[in-house]
């Protein structure tokens, strides 16, 4: 028969003490989140069954899968890493454990199960960033695990997503540069190349057709391929005052794209973009933007596939996490 684990043998391997781990397993104040998460990482790896805090049952321990779509992750960390990195904190203060996994190209076109979920070691999956709608039809149609996705959103599935409030995201950055003084102001971002892209494309043209503000289809700009490549912006041949670009990595491209034909960023182009995450290093600027929640919209998805793992009472909805404007060093005041 396989030997209990007790409090003390997870407090031995994480090198704390035992009432450090009573307190975070328990819910008690006094545990960093961190750590807390730490502890309850470990102690599902060992097989410890956290007590619950009332009706003398046992909190079961969730396995959850995380993808991100080979696409998301370049040579220096993406926005969607960092959410990842932000999923895994919260997640042991949920009881969950997270399994990850990078979904290579081939195993998407192929229709093909993360090994873990081929394997059956986990009860519920989270996926970060948009795959194909073939892909997620095929994970949708999974009967052993519910399925959340997680910034971005598909018709006629049944599992739930959370996302950032991207239509009036940009219609608060668009509206932000009409307050200072910008007319003439284009969008960066290849339509039809993801939700959030086109969804943020909407919110660019609702705050001009408010303000009365031309929109002319040069302005329209693409910044990647539709497989997601970034790269290879076109500038108009008139000129903007301002730029409006769908990530604050395609702003990046296009500040160091600007600066490489002699115009100066604010002084003679304003830029905004969208997420408020960039490597350091990227462009010479800082980028005002709009700052997505992520620690909110972590936390909504992880209780979401949660309760669907144990209940399987949660709707196929749509859940809208808002933002804010951070205003940095990229745009100037038109007088």
Same mark, same amino acid.
């Given at each position: 028969?396989?030997?209990?684990?007790?409090?003390?043998?997870?407090?031995?391997?994480?090198?704390?003490?035992?009432?450090?781990?009573?307190?975070?397993?328990?819910?008690?104040?006094?545990? =960093?989140?961190?750590?807390?998460?730490?502890?309850?990482?470990?102690?599902?790896?060992?097989?410890?069954?956290?007590?619950?805090?009332?009706?003398?049952?046992?909190?079961?321990?969730?396995?959850?899968?995380?993808?991100?779509? %080979?696409?998301?992750?370049?040579?220096?960390?993406?926005?969607?890493?960092?959410?990842?990195?932000?999923?895994?904190?919260?997640?042991?203060?949920? =009881?969950?454990?997270?399994?990850?996994?990078?979904?290579?190209? +081939?195993?998407?076109?192929?229709?093909?199960?993360?090994?873990?979920?081929?394997?059956?070691?986990?009860?519920?999956?989270?996926?970060?960033? +948009?795959?194909?709608?073939?892909?997620?039809?095929?994970?949708?149609?999974?009967?052993?695990?519910?399925?959340?996705?997680?910034?971005?959103?598909?018709?006629?599935?049944?599992?739930?997503?959370?996302?950032?409030?991207?239509?009036?995201?940009?219609?608060?950055?668009?509206?932000?540069?009409?307050?200072?003084?910008?007319?003439?102001?284009?969008?960066?971002?290849?339509?039809?190349? =993801?939700?959030?892209?086109?969804?943020?494309?909407?919110?660019?043209?609702?705050?001009?057709?408010?303000?009365?503000?031309?929109?002319?289809?040069?302005?329209?700009?693409?910044?990647?391929?539709?497989?997601?490549?970034?790269?290879?912006?076109?500038?108009?041949?008139?000129?903007?005052?301002?730029?409006?670009?769908?990530?604050?990595?395609?702003?990046?491209?296009?500040?160091?794209?600007?600066?490489?034909?002699?115009?100066?960023?604010?002084?003679?182009?304003?830029?905004?973009?969208?997420?408020?995450?960039?490597? %350091?290093?990227?462009?010479?600027?800082?980028?005002?933007?709009?700052?997505?929640?992520?620690? +909110?919209?972590?936390?909504?998805?992880?209780?979401?596939?949660?309760?669907?793992?144990?209940?399987?009472?949660?709707?196929?909805?749509?859940?809208?996490? =808002?933002?804010?404007?951070?205003?940095? +060093?990229?745009?100037?005041?038109?007088?």
């Amino acid at each position: 028969m396989k030997k209990a684990v007790r409090l003390s043998d997870i407090a031995e391997r994480l090198q704390v003490s035992t009432v450090t781990v009573s307190n975070a397993l328990s819910g008690q104040k006094g545990v =960093s989140e961190e750590l807390r998460a730490r502890i309850k990482q470990m102690a599902a790896e060992m097989g410890y069954q956290v007590k619950g805090t009332s009706g003398g049952g046992s909190k079961r321990i969730l396995n959850v899968g995380v993808i991100i779509g %080979e696409k998301y992750l370049g040579p220096y960390p993406s926005y969607y890493w960092k959410v990842y990195q932000e999923l895994s904190l919260i997640a042991g203060l949920h =009881s969950c454990v997270i399994l990850f996994e990078v979904l290579r190209h +081939e195993r998407e076109a192929a229709l093909k199960l993360p090994l873990f979920a081929a394997e059956q070691q986990i009860q519920g999956l989270i996926v970060i960033g +948009e795959v194909s709608r073939e892909y997620m039809e095929f994970l949708d149609g999974q009967p052993d695990f519910p399925v959340v996705m997680v910034d971005f959103m598909m018709q006629g599935l049944r599992c739930p997503s959370v996302m950032a409030d991207n239509y009036y995201g940009m219609y608060k950055m668009v509206n932000y540069l009409i307050g200072q003084g910008h007319k003439e102001i284009a969008y960066v971002g290849t339509l039809l190349a =993801s939700n959030s892209i086109t969804d943020r494309y909407f919110g660019y043209r609702k705050a001009l057709l408010e303000n009365g503000l031309e929109m002319n289809p040069d302005w329209v700009i693409d910044d990647r391929t539709m497989e997601g490549q970034i790269g290879n912006i076109r500038l108009p041949e008139r000129m903007p005052t301002a730029f409006a670009c769908n990530c604050d990595l395609t702003a990046s491209e296009l500040v160091n794209l600007l600066e490489s034909r002699g115009y100066r960023i604010p002084e003679d182009i304003s830029i905004v973009g969208f997420d408020n995450y960039l490597y %350091e290093g990227l462009c010479d600027i800082s980028i005002t933007s709009y700052e997505v929640d992520i620690k +909110e919209m972590v936390r909504c998805a992880i209780k979401i596939v949660a309760a669907l793992a144990e209940h399987g009472d949660v709707p196929a909805d749509m859940r809208l996490v =808002s933002g804010t404007v951070v205003m940095k +060093e990229s745009v100037r005041r038109m007088e």
